[in-house]
């Protein structure tokens, strides 16, 4: 019924989501459009470079025809029968879910859309969204055919996770779960996936795909919280966390370790769990395990900057310059700041009078209050100085760290094997 060439794709949205699936896309030799309502990152794909550490220019410079558009293109959409939105969902200030990304991007093209089309959200949602969003601007006021249909299909990538060589895995080895409103539709999004993905798992219905994604990162929200907890328990019992884990860990079943750290950030897990506990209390219900855990996952950032407060206070402060982050993207190996706890503490050793620097290799600069603050070109100034390690990236030197640094705060277990006064593990 479907062949390859039935395809003709636009994926909206070319950010950690989007651009890995253009460019999937695009390397299977189906027709598809980027499009971004960001001109400077169109700019930049257009020149070949990219602004994802998981996606090499070569990737980009070896694509022979660049079909990346401004939304000021979005008439394009007429050609397309594949319409895929990979669009931020944030938090509004009241914790509740924040879709005006999608609706005011699918205003803004409706009127393109043309018979037979289909549209799948791979931004994550509360379960119920996509039916809602969808149903209610097609089967209404704007007279667009109701052969138009949508599906959701979550998304899974673990930016920084994908490299084959250091992770076993891929992009395309991660199971896609695809769900559509109609089963025409379920079967035209399986075909569609199971050209990309080796393997697809077909949801019994879109709600049970939005709600299996938030179940994913719910899980990991939790059970960070949990095991942050056990690093404060530890820290008063004086065991050591880390040792605690690698002994957990040889159990062979029912036990899957996390890592404690300073806090949680990027796009995801300090906020789909927050989905969850939003619509549950729409239905007066209240998810105690997922407040719990939000709640920790602020709080233990606190406890680390305390921590670091108070062995300071012990310490002659004419004996150091200067306090250096290293790492601020929020997780290792990749360059996305977004709600990374290191911008929290960044902010409150501003605030506090300390000298304040970071080294991050992926990150060139940050904008902290309006401020922009550039990382250190190299890991000359670690001497004599504070350390506080925010993120584990692979490729710094942390051995230079530890031999000229004056004291090392680690949050992330990087120094657990080295019995040192000089490291504080936090
Ligand atoms: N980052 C992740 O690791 C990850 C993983 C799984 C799921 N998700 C989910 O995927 C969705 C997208 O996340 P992301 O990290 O890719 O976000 P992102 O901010 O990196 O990318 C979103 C892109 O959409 C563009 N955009 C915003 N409004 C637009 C509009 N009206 N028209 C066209 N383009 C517009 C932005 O310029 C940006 O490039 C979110 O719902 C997120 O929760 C993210």
Redesign the pocket.
């Known amino acids: 019924m479907f062949s390859k060439n039935y395809f003709k794709v636009a994926v ?8 890995p699936l253009y460019l999937q896309i695009k390397e299977k030799g189906i027709d598809v459009i980027g ?4 001109k400077e ?1 169109i700019n930049t794909l257009i020149k070949g470079k990219s602004y ?1 550490v998981d996606i090499k220019d070569k990737e980009l410079k070896k694509i022979k025809n660049k079909t990346f558009y ?2 000021s293109e ?1 008439s394009l959409v007429s050609n397309c029968n594949l319409i895929i939105l ?5 938090l509004k200030n009241n914790n509740s879910p924040d879709i005006s ?1 999608i609706t ?2 699918f205003k ?1 093209f409706r009127k393109y859309l043309k018979k037979d089309t289909l549209i799948v959200l ?4 509360y379960p119920g969204a996509t039916r809602k969003i969808f149903s209610k601007f097609i089967n209404s006021k704007f007279n667009i055919d109701d052969k138009i249909d949508y599906g959701y299909s ?6 920084g996770q994908t490299d084959k060589k250091k992770y076993k895995i891929s992009y395309n080895d991660i199971t896609k779960v695809v769900s559509a409103n109609k089963i025409y539709s379920q079967k035209k999004v399986a075909f569609f996936y199971n050209l990309i993905f080796k393997k697809i798992y077909l949801a019994k219905n879109i709600e049970v795909a939005e709600m299996a ?1 938030l179940l994913e ?1 719910s899980y990991r929200a939790v059970n960070i919280g949990l095991v942050n907890e056990f690093k404060i328990i530890c820290d008063i019992l004086k065991i050591n966390i880390h040792d605690v884990i690698d002994t957990a860990s040889t159990k062979p079943f029912g036990f899957t370790s996390f890592k404690p750290g300073p806090g949680v950030g ?3 897990i300090p ?2 769990p927050m989905f969850v506990k939003w619509i549950a209390k729409k239905k007066n219900y209240d998810a105690k395990f997922i407040s719990l855990a939000h709640v920790y996952n602020q709080k233990i950032t606190n406890w680390v900057l305390n921590k670091i407060l108070n062995k300071l206070k012990k310490v002659n402060k004419k004996s150091f310059k200067k306090i250096i982050l290293i790492g601020v993207a929020y997780k290792e190996d990749i360059n ?1 700041y ?1 709600e990374s706890p290191s911008i929290k503490l960044f902010t409150q050793f501003m605030d506090k009078k300390f000298k304040i620097d970071f080294y991050d290799p992926y990150i060139d600069k940050i904008q902290i209050k309006g401020k922009v603050f550039n990382s250190l070109k190299n890991l000359n100034q670690i001497k004599g100085n504070v350390a506080v390690i925010v993120t584990e990236h692979k490729n710094i030197d942390y051995k230079k760290i530890y031999k000229d640094s004056k004291i090392i705060f680690d949050t992330r277990g990087v120094y657990k094997n080295i019995d040192s006064k000089k490291i504080v593990q936090l």
Do not use: A, M, Q
């Not at 499009?35 to 960001?38: G, Q």
């Not at 990979?86 to 944030?90: E, I, K, S, V």
């Not at 791979?122 to 949602?125: A, P, R």
């Open positions: 909206i949205g070319l950010g950690y989501v989007g651009l499009i971004d309502n960001d990152k994802i401004t939304d979005f990979c669009l931020p969902t944030p990304y005011k991007s803004k791979e931004s994550t949602v979550s998304e899974r990538i673990s930016p994604k990162n990027g796009h995801c906020i789909d996305d977004r």
